[in-house]
């Protein structure tokens, strides 16, 4: 069975610095992964997905994952935070159906 | 893009009233659309799996006579949550494969 973790509920950075967000996953085959954000009262926005091309997966909003087969980590970063980005994220992995991770809620400062 | 909506962004009922949640595909069409209940300041759980001409397929735990599901067309699948109770409050949030709909905020009073 495919599971995912994102090991930090809650991250705060300060604006211009960058931002980590991390995520393991379980998998008995080569899955897809993605990372959604969802702001207060909103619903998901796809930011990117990882589907067994490129590593290295470019998002929108400056932000980029990279799937770590070794690690089984799939972690989203961004060099340089803004204000805008202070939301909920979800790391979730594809089965027949997705798969969520518990979220990490990210704040920034100013 | 795909684009999903739904109808209505949020409800308030009374309880013991039934309300109906659209969902619709607005640029494609779905065989299968899913349904998720999200909690405050918790994640997506899936509730079902709505299959276009066909039964829906129920998560464990989920009543299926409480949340009846009905995918009749390419690019519509409803939600109905029946007798609703202000524990059935919380926001509804439709998907395709992997585009979301805005949710359905709803209370029951």
């Known amino acids: 069975a495919q599971s995912v973790t994102q090991l930090d509920s809650h991250v705060s950075v300060s604006e211009g610095t960058p931002v980590l967000l991390r995520c393991n996953y379980s998998?008995?085959?080569?899955?897809?992964l993605f990372w959604y954000v969802q702001h207060p009262n909103k619903g998901l926005q796809l930011l990117l997905k990882?589907?067994?091309?490129?590593?290295l997966v470019k998002g929108i909003n400056g932000f980029e994952a990279e799937f770590k087969k070794s690690e089984t980590s799939f972690h989203l970063t961004k060099p340089s935070a803004h204000m805008s980005d202070a939301a909920e994220y979800f790391c979730v992995v594809s089965d027949h159906k997705l798969i969520f991770g518990a979220g990490t809620r990210l704040a920034v400062h100013p | 893009g795909a684009v999903v909506s739904q109808h209505p962004s949020w409800v308030i009922c009374k309880s013991g009233t039934s309300v109906k949640i659209e969902c619709r595909s607005l640029d494609f069409q779905a065989t299968t659309m899913f349904w998720y209940r999200q909690f405050p300041k918790q994640s997506l759980m899936l509730m079902a799996t709505?299959?276009?001409?066909?039964?829906?397929?129920?998560e464990q735990g989920v009543e299926k006579d409480k949340f009846l599901i009905n995918h009749a067309s390419l690019t519509l699948s409803t939600l109905t949550v029946t007798s609703a109770h202000p524990e059935d409050s919380s926001f509804y949030i439709c998907s395709s494969r992997t585009y979301f709909g805005p949710g359905t905020r709803l209370t029951v009073l």
């Open positions: 998998s008995s085959y080569s899955p897809s």
């Open positions: 990882y589907t067994s091309a490129a590593t």
């Open positions: 709505s299959n276009e001409g066909s039964k829906a397929t129920y």
